[in-house]
Nanobody
Framework: QVQLVESGGGLVQAGDSLTLSCAAS????????MGWFRQAPGKEREFVAA????????YRTDSVKGRFTISRVYAKNTVYLQMNSLTPEDTGVYYC????????????????WGQGTQVTVSS
């Protein structure tokens, strides 16, 4: 079992870029699937992107793919989410999550979660 801590959120303007980081500790997670989810005010948590232990990635196809990139650096036990061309619709709390022996986009497939980092995009 690992512990996850997100960082890098903040207030930006529409069109700006932002990179989020997720640092893992407690146990190696090189073979974990790592994912990013977000939750906008008053809405349910939704999948953003995920990367497997082997480096394969999947993205939310509506509004995210083409703008966001997920990556991981095994030596640092860190996962990143690079976000470009941000819009106010991207505003929300972004959560990092880890899954053992799972590859997919369902939130209930991920057993370990961070506390989230706030991303606010102004118009």
């Amino acid at each position: 079992q690992v512990q996850l801590v997100e960082s890098g959120g903040g207030l930006v303007q529409a069109g700006d870029s932002l990179t989020l980081s997720c640092a893992a500790s407690g146990r190696t997670f090189s073979r974990y699937t790592m994912g990013w989810f977000r939750q906008a005010p008053g809405k349910e948590r939704e999948f953003v992107a995920a990367v497997t232990w082997s480096g394969g990635s999947i993205y939310r196809t509506d509004s995210v793919k083409g703008r966001f990139t997920i990556s991981r650096v095994y030596a640092k036990n860190t996962v990143y989410l690079q976000m470009n061309s941000l819009t106010p619709e991207d505003t929300g709390v972004y959560y990092c999550a880890a899954a053992e022996d799972y590859y997919g986009s369902a939130a209930d497939g991920f057993g370990t979660w961070g506390q989230g980092t706030q991303v606010t995009v102004s118009s």
